[in-house]
């Protein structure tokens, strides 16, 4: 699970970042604090599944993708 965690928070980053987007942007356009995307980030935690499904959509990827490298 932790690998898990970790490979979703390195895709989570990289998404955010090549959008160009803050941790509180992000946060803001998924109804969430910056403070939970910082958690999804340092893999402390995952988003749910509604969650993952509205960033997979806003990223244009399947969830699929924020699993594997």
Do not use: C, H
Request: no cysteine.
């Amino acid at each position: 699970m932790d690998d898990l965690k970790v490979i979703t928070a390195s895709n989570i980053i990289n998404l955010r970042t090549a959008k160009g987007m803050t941790q509180a942007e992000l946060g803001e356009l998924l109804n969430y604090s910056d403070k939970s995307v910082s958690k999804w980030e340092r893999a402390e935690s995952l988003p749910d599944i509604k969650t993952l499904k509205a960033l997979a959509d806003f990223y244009e990827i399947t969830i699929n993708d924020l699993f594997f490298i």
